[in-house]
């Protein structure tokens, strides 16, 4: 999976340099048609990327800060993804990331601000 550096932002992760862009398509604010996903891929732009669909993109705002996206690099590199290895999508068990998605949804709701968004 080959991405282009243009809308990317680099990310830093022990020792492993990534990048990381957002990819949103639908109508915003459609409960049906909406569709918000995280890429994370090592900067080179090789080999297999991280993809993680965010559910319900249509709530309230939910920025995608760094540090988020971070967490999410952590947790797949601990499951086993390999940055610059492979090809296609890395495959996560969908519970090995229903912390930080929830932690995500509640800071985003009680905070109202993001230190960086997106």
């Keep these: 999976m080959t ?3 243009r809308g990317s932002h680099r990310l830093s992760i022990d020792g492993h340099e990534l990048r990381w862009w957002v990819r949103r398509s639908g109508l915003r604010g459609c409960p049906d048609c909406d ?3 995280v890429v994370i891929a090592a900067a080179s732009r090789k ?6 669909h965010i ?8 920025p995608i800060t760094p540090a988020f996206v971070a967490r999410i690099a952590r947790r797949a590199l601990a499951s086993g993804w390999e940055p610059g290895v492979g090809s296609g999508p890395f495959t996560m068990p969908w519970g090995s990331l ?3 998605l ?3 949804a509640q800071s985003s709701a009680s905070s109202g601000k993001a ?4």
């Design 55 to 62: 559910p319900e993109p249509y709530g309230p705002d939910r």
């Design 47 to 52: 080999g297999c990327a991280v993809q993680v």
């Design 3 to 5: 991405i282009a550096r």
């Design 35 to 37: 569709s918000l996903s």
């Design 115 to 118: 230190d960086r968004a997106v």
């Design 98 to 100: 229903g912390d930080i």
């Design 102 to 104: 929830a932690d995500h």
